[in-house]
């Protein structure tokens, strides 16, 4: 993927193109609006980081609203230290399409990329999920692992769809909080490990088949292999 | 006392007015009985016999019988006290209050004029002068009146100055050993209730609520300190040690990792602290809709279902109201009662029961309860359950930071609601109540 990053202070900055880079990723980086805006214009991105405040006569909102403006529709991950509800809603609502608040784990960051770069080019229209021979079929909301089906309720289905449709990239439990419970809040327990082990049990029942896999200090990945 | 006076006189002038019309009328009836009278005895007598009667009359000396006089037709006196026929006097017979030459001046009177048969002609009237002394005396009471009511108003006024004045200058001697950062003062209130009385309790209470939040800001800058420093004694102390040391590359990571969670620990306390603030100052309320309170219930339950499961705990969702309804932020009702069942679990031994329920408890509220069997809290913990990062002794050693209460609290305190907690014998029973939609 290729990652434009745009952030004013040098250690995030030296910290994050690093990561990207040991990641496979290739990073350009600005270090205030008008460069930014520049780049974005003028290069093709699959996604954006922004940090909302830089310095300069441009913030990163009004540089999402510019981008916008002129039909740019590359997917921007919002970094900021504004942390209110309100802040994000507003991050949003500029053009943002995730909202990511500093101080933040890699992991997490990461993850959240790979989302973004992905749904670009993932189809909405799909019916059909599969990974390896578990197969979800979105119509008729029917689970199947090889030939055997698997009985889902309807939460843990929309969590292994959730999972399926990111199926290759790692998942945070902050994004599964978001994304399949719409909580915007840390519940400070390990709950969301709980219902990943319970739906691991139904479909997994042989443990040297797994699919999903934990990964150390961000979060779950379902993969073929 | 400006206002006293004009009524005093506002009130007086129409008094004047219908006093002196009713004393004229009284006056020009008794002028026309006179003179009625005057011309049955020139019936019965004739001129001469008038004339004399009429002499009779003038020799008396009837005070304020100004005018009285008996002419010919030519209009020459033939008796009464006047010398001449007076210049003024209208043609026609009848009643009139005018003024006429009396004594080469004009002078107002009453005045009744008969034309007796013969053409003899008949003058009776009183001079209106006659009346000054009593007006005069009506204006000379208003006047007193006037002035008994300017002294007692001005004594009054002063008086009431004083009082008010020194009530103010003890007021102002507490304000400012308020500003000086003597919180514990409050206005003095006697047992009047008077207006200066309703708005001293007002500025009292208002004082008791800064004192409390004043209080409660310095109790929560010294928590924070407290839970703060703890991880970051912690966190210093890995880090100076491992650039002391030089431990081998694995055990460096191990403590990198190590510190690198105790800054996550810093960094969750923070966000917490942030997030009460935001509901604290109330800017939320602009993003309150309705909201279901059976529905959010469910999905609590069912986000906490499996952790309950391991835990062996029973957790229960049990809709008794009906799916009451609520106008609030779904997001932070959502992690109210999510904070409230992850304490609940926290604190129930396996094989026992956490129900979480929907309630009204009249009066058009509703509420949310959510009972465990563990155990429970004793009053002194209750009262202090919600101070912030307050953590009872049995929560030692558990994860989090004392901040969840506190949230469930300042959250039901957005909604208009309140956060109590009861004992069940055994367990806890809290309740968020809100007022409901009507």
Request: proline share 5%.
């Amino acid at each position: 993927m290729k990652v434009l990053l745009v952030e004013d202070n040098e250690r995030v900055t030296r910290f994050v193109t690093k990561g990207l880079q040991e990641a496979g990723h290739t990073a350009d980086h600005a270090d205030n609006g008008r460069d930014g805006l520049f780049l974005a214009a003028s290069e093709h991105y699959d996604v954006i980081i922004m940090d909302r405040m830089l310095p300069g006569n441009i913030d990163g909102l009004s540089l999402i609203s510019a981008l916008r403006q002129a039909n740019n529709r590359t997917p921007i991950l919002i970094l900021s230290a504004l942390a209110d509800v309100d802040e994000r809603i507003k991050g949003l609502r500029a053009g943002g399409d995730d909202y990511l608040t500093k101080p933040f784990a890699f992991g997490e960051l990461l993850a959240r990329l790979d989302a973004l770069g992905r749904r670009t080019r993932q189809d909405s229209t799909l019916t059909q999920l599969e990974v390896a021979d578990l197969r979800m079929d979105l119509l008729s909301r029917k689970v199947m692992r090889g030939t055997r089906q698997i009985l889902l309720q309807p939460r843990e289905f929309k969590l292994l769809e959730y999972l399926m449709r990111h199926a290759g990239q790692v998942v945070t439990r902050t994004m599964l909080l978001e994304n399949v419970w719409d909580y915007h809040f840390d519940p400070q327990t390990n709950v969301v490990d709980v219902h990943i082990s319970k739906l691991r049990q139904k479909i997994e029942p042989e443990p040297e088949r797994s699919l999903l896999r934990t990964v150390r200090n961000a979060g779950y990945m379902l993969s073929a292999q | 006392m400006l206002l006293g006076i004009l009524t005093l006189v506002l009130f007086a002038l129409p008094l004047g007015y219908a006093w002196r019309a009713a004393d004229n009328d009284t006056r020009l009836q008794i002028l026309t009985e006179d003179s009625q009278r005057l011309a049955e005895v020139f019936n019965r007598k004739g001129p001469a016999g008038l004339a004399d009667f009429i002499n009779e009359r003038v020799g008396l000396q009837i005070a304020g019988e100004r005018i009285l006089l008996l002419t010919d037709a030519a209009r020459r006196p033939l008796a009464g006290n006047l010398p001449a026929w007076p210049a003024g006097v209208p043609e026609a017979p009848g009643r009139y209050t005018r003024p006429i030459e009396l004594d080469h001046r004009p002078t107002m009177v009453t005045l009744v004029r008969a034309d007796l048969p013969g053409g003899y002609k008949l003058l009776v009237g009183r001079d209106v002068a006659r009346l000054a002394p009593v007006m005069t005396r009506f204006w000379y009471g208003l006047a007193a009146a006037i002035a008994v009511l300017l002294v007692s108003g001005a004594v009054g006024g002063i008086l009431i100055r004083r009082a008010l004045l020194s009530r103010i200058h003890s007021i102002r001697q507490t304000v400012s050993a308020i500003m000086q950062g003597e919180l514990s003062h409050r206005l003095p209130t006697g047992g009047r209730s008077d207006e200066l009385n309703t708005l001293s309790l007002t500025i009292n209470r208002m004082l008791e609520q800064i004192e409390q939040l004043v209080h409660g800001v310095a109790n929560v800058s010294n928590a924070i300190a407290h839970d703060l420093r703890t991880p970051l004694t912690e966190l210093r102390s890995r880090l100076e040690e491992l650039s002391l040391t030089r431990p081998p590359p694995a055990e460096a990571f191990a403590e990198v990792d190590a510190a690198v969670a105790d800054v996550d620990r810093v960094i969750s306390i923070f966000n917490a602290l942030l997030r009460l603030a935001e509901i604290d100052t109330g800017m939320r309320r602009s993003g309150f809709v309705e909201v279901d309170l059976g529905e959010l219930c469910a999905r609590a339950v069912e986000f906490y279902g499996p952790a309950a499961e391991v835990k062996e705990i029973t957790l229960t969702c049990d809709d008794q109201a009906g799916s009451p309804h609520a106008s609030g932020d779904p997001l932070l009702l959502a992690q109210a009662v999510n904070n409230l069942i992850d304490n609940a679990l926290k604190y129930t031994l396996p094989g026992g029961t956490v129900t979480v329920s929907t309630m009204r408890p009249g009066g058009g509220s509703v509420g949310i309860v959510v009972a465990d069997t563990g155990p429970g809290m004793t009053a002194a913990q209750r009262a202090r359950a919600t101070d912030r990062f307050f953590r009872g002794d049995a929560s030692r050693g558990t994860p989090g930071v004392g901040l969840g209460l506190s949230l469930v609290e300042a959250v039901a305190r957005l909604h208009g609601g309140t956060l109590d907690l009861a004992d069940r014998v055994p367990g806890l029973a809290a309740r968020i109540i809100f007022p409901g939609n009507p």
